[in-house]
């Protein structure tokens, strides 16, 4: 990625114009995840309603998402008429680890919850940005003290690959004021206090004072809550 882009990115303040900017300058494979919650759903809105093809839209569906997730995945290729690429976890891993561990094995140890994670989300990603030169993430500095010093646009060593993070200081007033605006579908358990949405069996809604990540693998130590996606 050369300067002019990277310095654009960093600079400018408009969502839609920067992803419009980037997938008309810069010529090797973009690709966006989205796991459709609120931030993803912004991002995906100004990818598709500006019909900016060259960045590929994918989720890594695990076999365990709520759902209300899988109806805003519909309701989001519905409103959009666009493709959103889907990866799965290889079978063989995923029958071994539940043959062998059980089905919630997640619930007995971190080492478990993490193999379980690898196996769902690691390994199908590493596909998914296979030749990708450029990550769209819907990461924010607000979700979580991790991400606090992640920056806008960052190169990732291990994946040699730039990871850019468009929404990275947005608020999550800014980010709810702009799915209201542009009548964008969300997922309906947003409205029910889950916050940051993923597994079924690992996600729950916040109680009053928790913050963030708290309803996600909540019976693990806090310092412990990622699942290997993001470093």
């Known amino acids: ?8 990115l960093e600079n400018a303040n408009d969502l839609q114009q920067e992803l419009e900017f980037l997938a008309e300058n810069f010529n090797d494979k973009i690709v966006f995840s989205t796991s459709f919650g609120i931030e993803d759903q912004v991002i995906s809105h100004a990818v598709f309603s500006q019909n900016l093809d060259a960045i590929e839209v994918f989720t890594l569906d695990t076999g365990r998402f709520f759902a209300e997730t899988y ?4 309701k ?15 079978t063989q891993k995923v029958e071994s680890h539940v043959n062998e561990n059980g089905i919630n094995a997640f619930y007995n140890s971190i080492e478990l919850r993490k193999e379980c994670c690898y196996i ?3 390994e199908p990603l590493g596909r998914a940005l296979n030749g990708a030169k450029v990550w769209i993430t819907g990461l ?5 003290e991790n991400r606090n010093s992640l920056k806008k646009i960052e190169w990732d060593e291990e994946k040699q690959l730039y990871k850019y993070n468009p929404l990275i200081n947005w608020t999550t007033a800014e980010v709810t ?4 605006k542009f009548g964008v579908p969300y997922n309906t358990l947003h409205d029910e206090n889950f916050v940051s949405i993923g597994c079924a069996p690992c996600t729950r809604a916040l109680k009053p004072g928790e913050n963030f990540r708290d309803g996600r693998w909540w019976w693990e130590d806090k310092s412990k809550k990622e699942c290997g996606l993001h470093r």
């Open 120 to 122: 769902r989300k690691v």
């Open 1 to 8: 990625m050369n300067t002019k882009i990277i310095q654009f």
């Open 71 to 74: 109806a805003v995945w519909d």
């Open 140 to 144: 924010r500095t607000e979700q979580s």
């Open 76 to 90: 989001t290729l519905l409103q959009y008429n666009k493709p959103i690429k889907a990866y799965y976890p290889n």
């Open 177 to 180: 004021n702009f799915l209201k």
